[in-house]
């Protein structure tokens, strides 16, 4: 029993943790929620059609939300797109920098990095994939320099 409510206590210390990080980042889980749900949506149709063949209707019923949402949050198609790139680029900068602080390296670097892509394996599949853009390709080279 006593295993169990440090479990219990865990996922709700988990649960207040992130509730705190959004309140400083001052965005609201909704936002968040609706945000992955778009970006899942349009990544599952890039995985089967170029991305001038997307509608955003398509996106929304995908999606389960409606025009009216996909518009707060996006311009159009390729706001989404490059939301997701610049999104993607930050991220692999991110993990790059926090592994490489002492200017070396290690095995340690190279599995965060892998980490890393494994984790946005979808979006990677996508953009370096059959109707993506290896122009990305490019940019991941120039932030490894």
């Given at each position: ?102 200017n ?21 599949i ?12 490019t ?7």
């Amino acid at each position: 029993m006593k295993q169990y409510t440090r479990v219990l206590a865990r996922v709700n210390l988990d649960a207040v943790e992130y509730n705190i990080e959004m309140m400083k980042k001052n965005i609201d889980h909704r936002v968040v929620v609706t945000e992955k749900w778009i970006k899942k949506a349009f990544i599952d149709l890039l995985m089967v059609k170029p991305i001038y063949c997307i509608k955003v209707k398509e996106v929304c019923e995908n999606a389960g939300i409606n025009r009216g949402t996909f518009y707060l949050h996006y311009k159009d198609i390729y706001d989404l797109l490059d939301k997701l790139k610049s999104e993607l680029l930050e991220g692999f900068n991110q993990t790059l920098m926090e592994q490489i602080k002492h200017n070396e390296i290690t095995l340690s670097t190279i599995e965060h990095i892998f980490h890393y892509f494994k984790e946005n394996r979808d979006f990677c599949i996508v953009i370096l994939g059959e109707h993506g853009n290896t122009k990305i390709l490019t940019e991941f080279l120039e932030i490894g320099k």
